[in-house]
């Protein structure tokens, strides 16, 4: 299901701290190499600049910060005020200087960090939630932190595709994303095969399908986010790839 274990164990939240940290320093490289000019231009994200989604990654990590709060005072502290807060506040730091982008991603990520190693052991497993969802425990913040930055650097366009993603990040996404589409009447009925792994996912499995689409764990996932088109898989019988619900 997650990054995480089902586990808040000591072991887990380290290893998944030291992941974000090694996400955000792959992002911070990426980001650093671009020039005001660059961080204006589109991103992979309709309507949004590099600029937006930078700000969006800066912002997601003080957000998130808050439900830490929460895990460890037990005062319901809001991920966002609003939905409107959230996404002015995007747009009211996308058209900053690629300089002070960088160094609000960069103090932004520390902050979140700091606050995570903060946060004493019982904390990991108390029930918070986020602006959309449902509830989750405390430790579920961090894989959430995990996915933020492994995706959208991708929706960055600065060089960081699907295929870097580290494998073990494909692999959990897949479980989790693909999970969540079983349950969508949106969702098309599908057997997926991981060729990297030979690991198998079944979309929509009370539907009847002789769809098998096969491919690299990347592409399935990127695919499956929309973050590619699927141009390395290969559905049989052959044809078009079916749409996916947004993700």
């Given at each position: 299901m997650a990054s995480v274990s089902q586990s808040a164990g000591e072991h887990s939240v380290d290893l998944t701290i030291d992941r974000i940290n090694e996400a955000v320093r792959r992002l911070l490289g990426s980001a650093a190499g671009l020039a005001d000019e660059q961080v204006r231009e589109p991103s992979l994200l309709p309507g949004w600049t590099r600029g937006h989604v930078l700000t969006h990654v800066a912002r997601n990590a003080d957000s998130l910060s808050n439900l830490l709060t929460w895990a460890q005072t037990g005062v319901p502290t809001p991920q966002y005020a609003s939905r409107d807060e959230r996404d002015a506040a995007i747009e009211a730091g996308a058209d900053r200087p690629a300089a002070v982008l960088l160094a609000d991603l960069t103090d932004s990520a520390e902050r979140f960090v700091a606050r995570a190693r903060e946060l004493p052991p019982d904390a990991w497993t108390v029930q918070v939630q986020g602006l959309r969802g449902a509830?989750?425990?405390?430790?579920?913040?961090?894989?959430?932190?995990?996915?933020?930055?492994?995706?959208?650097?991708?929706?960055?366009?600065?060089?960081?595709?699907?295929?870097?993603?580290?494998?073990?990040?494909?692999?959990?996404?897949?479980?989790?994303?693909?999970?969540?589409?079983?349950?969508?009447?949106?969702?098309?009925?599908?057997?997926?095969?991981?060729?990297?792994?030979?690991?198998?996912?079944?979309?929509?499995?009370?539907?009847?399908?002789?769809?098998?689409?096969?491919?690299?764990?990347?592409?399935?996932?990127?695919?499956?986010?929309?973050?590619?088109?699927?141009?390395?898989?290969?559905?049989?019988?052959?044809?078009?790839?079916?749409?996916?619900?947004p993700y």
């Open positions: 509830a989750h425990p405390a430790w579920f913040t961090l894989h959430r932190r995990l996915t933020e930055v492994e995706i959208h650097h991708v929706d960055l366009t600065a060089g960081y595709r699907p295929a870097d993603w580290p494998a073990w990040f494909v692999q959990d996404m897949l479980y989790q994303v693909a999970g969540g589409l079983a349950g969508q009447p949106e969702a098309p009925a599908a057997l997926l095969t991981d060729a990297d792994t030979g690991r198998q996912f079944l979309l929509r499995p009370e539907v009847t399908s002789e769809l098998v689409i096969t491919g690299p764990g990347h592409a399935l996932l990127a695919w499956l986010t929309g973050r590619g088109g699927g141009a390395e898989l290969s559905p049989d019988p052959a044809g078009p790839l079916p749409e996916v619900p």
